[in-house]
């Protein structure tokens, strides 16, 4: 189902979290659930994955983890508070100690010259830390493309705040 780099990622963050004591939780739009997919691809995911919320709607993003429906009216669900408060919140809502957030356009329509197809943010959270933001501008010419990049990309921004 996930490329081979994918699985390699997945299990990597696996063991290295379990190594940790750390438990992770997902926020995803764009994708899905595709990064709690990968997770749980691995044998033994359960004892660092907590859960995943798939908050696709924008109705989704504010009841289940808080962003407020002004924030998304004013900037659009694909922007960097977004992405920061749906980490903050799946944290909040979860007792996993690390978050990742995804919310972009996967295509192949809803881009917008300031938004085009392929522009998906990222943010982390973590207990007692400050939330950290990823921009990217993918350019896959399929809506998969986008998303195992998004994936790719999620996967690596996790092992990189398990440090």
């Known amino acids: 189902m996930f490329s081979l780099e994918i699985e390699t990622l997945a299990r990597l963050l696996v063991d290295e979290a379990r190594e940790r004591g750390l438990r992770i ?4 739009s764009c ?4 990064v709690a997919a990968a997770i749980c691809s691995v044998s033994g995911a359960s ?4 859960r995943g919320f798939v908050t696709y709607s924008n109705r989704a993003k504010q009841e289940m983890l808080g962003v407020p429906g002004d924030l998304i009216a004013d900037l659009g669900a694909v922007s ?8 903050e919140g799946a944290l909040e809502a979860s007792s996993a100690h690390l978050a990742v957030a995804i919310t ?8 917008t010259p300031l ?3 392929g522009t998906v943010h990222f943010a982390t959270a973590r207990s007692n830390a400050a939330v950290m933001h990823r921009l990217e501008a993918f350019e896959h010419e ?3 493309g986008v ?5 790719q990309v999620a996967l690596q921004i996790l092992r990189d705040r398990l440090a």
């Open 115 to 117: 938004k085009p197809v």
């Open 80 to 87: 960097e508070p977004v992405a920061r408060m749906m980490a």
């Open 142 to 144: 399929t809506r998969e």
């Open 104 to 111: 972009g356009v996967a295509g192949p329509g809803g881009g």
């Open 25 to 28: 939780v997902t926020a995803e």
């Open 31 to 34: 994708t899905g659930g595709l």
């Open 47 to 50: 004892d660092v994955f907590e």
């Open 147 to 151: 998303q195992m990049a998004a994936v």
